[in-house]
């Protein structure tokens, strides 16, 4: 992976910056799932290993940077652990959990930094053990999260637990602020040896970033865009007019570093720590069926899914022939109607031939109120023919992993309606992502170019 991807250059980019705080809410910040079928426990295969404490977080509000709708999100209390992810800690996963291992891990779920600082495949250096590890990817991060029966922390969960520092502390924002505004190529430090939280949680700052379970609800777009206020806050640049604390540098630098992620990204300075507490969660299993896939392929994610009819299904049925994925909401008055449009002009601009040769599937993020007849009343409404595409529905969870693979930001407001990227994705027949068009009104050429393609090598 290119390090330019993530180079922070102008920290006004961030289009969310946070401040948290303890006290009674106006919203409730949906909470992260909890593993419903959780590999077997890490103290069952490794007795030596003990995981990571945990420590209680009370209840309180996170303050984000867009506010039109709502000034603080309520966040219920959770627990955290006290520390980092360790490599020792990573590598008796690894070792337990053979399909994580470098020379195995799928390139859906991992880029070839996984692990590399790593001087071999189950090998740690002796200064390695007590370090936070890096070089993992979210996919890696959630996995290990639900081998312990735990799972990765919200954005609003974690701004919570680090802003929990006393302010009187007349020392801690300088270095606070160093620490994020300096650029360093050294492996970071052993766990323990960052600021330590009045919660007693240690290393929130001054050791390494750390992934989220919705890290791609950072929006630094104003794809979604159905009225001006929202329009100005998402935008790359207009972020700190509205921010609620612009001198916040700090939490404008985590913003911006999130909305650069992507979820098989690693990098060396980005680790990770588990968090307990939840809703329903999304499938671990990886069916036997789906190993000649290539590893990219998203039709290997095991979620679970209910289309417009309300037959069940699975994304690996959509295999052997090109397919057009987006993601909409149906309550959307004004970016997914485009979205919707500019699907209908990519098959628009095909023959004949080759339309009946390409499916699409239109994913919500909508989980509550998307129901089959929803999807259904939408496709008619938007001109969509259900012989070619299908409307799903599915749990959370399931719906932010294939965002995360996507490239699809979004995030639910107060009132239930969701700001989102808006992107197209062609997929070939073995599910493997071959073009992105992004944005509204784009013009289908390029769509139209790698469909022909596709169906040239595949006749």
């Not at 180079?7 to 799932?33: G, H, I, N, W, Y």
């Not at 890490?42 to 940077?65: C, N, S």
């Not at 999100?73 to 399909?99: M, S, W």
């Amino acid at each position: 992976m290119n390090p330019a991807r993530l180079t922070l250059v102008v920290v006004a980019c961030a289009a969310f910056a946070a401040t948290s705080c303890r006290r009674e809410s106006d919203a409730v910040a949906p909470r992260a799932p909890a593993p419903e079928r959780a590999l077997p426990t890490a103290e069952a295969i490794d007795p030596g290993l003990v995981a990571t404490e945990l420590v209680a977080v009370g209840a309180g509000f996170h303050r984000p940077l867009y506010g039109k709708d709502v000034d603080r999100i309520e966040v219920a209390a959770f627990r955290l652990e006290r520390r980092p992810v360790t490599n020792a800690q990573f590598l008796a996963f690894v070792r337990a959990n053979p399909a994580w291992r470098r020379s195995f891990v799928k390139r859906l779920f991992a880029d070839d930094g996984y692990l590399a600082h790593w001087p071999g495949e189950l090998e740690l250096l002796d200064d390695q053990t007590e370090r936070p590890v890096t070089h993992v990817s979210w996919f890696a991060a959630r996995a290990y999260a639900q081998w312990l029966g735990r799972r990765l922390p919200t954005l609003a969960e974690w701004e919570l637990a680090a802003a929990d520092f006393d302010d009187a502390e007349a020392t801690l924002t300088p270095r606070i602020l160093e620490w994020y505004g300096r650029a360093s190529t050294a492996a970071p430090s052993k766990v323990g040896s960052g600021l330590v939280a009045r919660s007693g949680i240690e290393d929130l700052h001054g050791l390494v970033w750390e992934w989220v379970e919705d890290f791609n609800s950072a929006l630094v777009t104003g794809e979604s865009r159905g009225d001006p206020g929202l329009e100005r806050s998402l935008f790359c640049g207009s972020g700190a007019v509205n921010a609620a604390n612009p001198s916040d540098y700090a939490a404008f630098m985590r913003y911006a570093l999130r909305s650069s992620l992507r979820a098989p990204y690693t990098v060396k300075n980005l680790g990770f720590r588990c968090a307990e507490n939840a809703g329903d969660c999304c499938s671990t299993e990886e069916p036997a069926a789906l190993e000649a896939l290539p590893d990219a392929s998203l039709w290997q994610l095991a979620s679970r899914w209910t289309d417009h009819t309300g037959r069940a299904r699975v994304l690996s049925e959509w295999r052997g022939r090109p397919t057009l994925v987006a993601m909409v909401f149906t309550n959307c008055r004004y970016a997914c109607p485009r979205l919707a449009a500019d699907a209908r002009r990519v098959l628009d601009a095909l023959r004949p031939d080759e339309r009946a040769r390409l499916r699409g599937v239109l994913v919500t993020f909508d989980t509550e109120r998307d129901t089959p007849e929803r999807l259904a009343a939408f496709a008619k409404e938007q001109g969509l023919d259900t012989a070619t595409w299908t409307l799903l529905r599915g749990n959370a969870a399931d719906v932010r992993e294939l965002a995360a693979v996507l490239g699809v930001a979004y995030q639910q407001a107060p009132s239930g309606d969701f700001a989102h990227s808006n992107v197209i994705t062609l997929v070939d027949a073995d599910g493997v992502i071959v073009h992105r068009q992004q944005g509204l009104e784009v013009e289908p050429i390029g769509s139209v170019i790698a469909i022909r393609a596709l169906l040239r090598d595949r006749p």
